[in-house]
């Protein structure tokens, strides 16, 4: 079992920035692979960004390629994304996934989720 608790989302303006945060606890926080995901109303969830077991590996979707970082510190058991630049259109709710599988890029290898926080950039 793992419990992952989002946190850091709210309401900014565009060209503002956040600071996502997952907490986890339960099974090895090190050896899950981890990612960020998104979902906005009437879409489906997409992938945002993923990182490997020990960090060194780290995908970030082209629409947020060089506005948005993901990163882990494995002696917090804790998982971030951080937002810069952000858009209007990156209004969205934001998960936190756990994959036992390793680091991947596809939605169904991630088997733990989070509850998910509010991300809203007004324009």
């Known amino acids: 079992q793992v419990q992952l608790v989002e946190s850091g989302g709210g309401l900014v303006q565009a060209g503002g920035s956040l600071r996502l945060s997952c907490a986890a606890s339960?099974?090895?926080?090190?050896?899950?692979?981890m990612a960020w995901f998104r979902q906005a109303p009437g879409k489906e969830r997409e992938l945002v960004a993923a990182v490997s077991l020990g960090g060194s590996s780290r995908y970030h979707a082209d629409s947020v390629k060089g506005r948005f970082t993901i990163s882990r510190d494995n002696a917090k058991n804790t998982m971030y994304l951080q937002m810069d630049s952000l858009k209007p259109e990156d209004t969205a709710v934001y998960y936190c996934?756990?994959?036992?599988?390793?680091?991947?890029?596809?939605?169904?290898?991630?088997?733990?989720w989070g509850q998910g926080t509010q991300v809203t950039v007004s324009s």
């Open positions: 996934a756990s994959s036992r599988v390793g680091y991947t890029t596809t939605l169904a290898d991630y088997d733990y």
């Open positions: 339960g099974r090895a926080f090190s050896r899950q692979a």
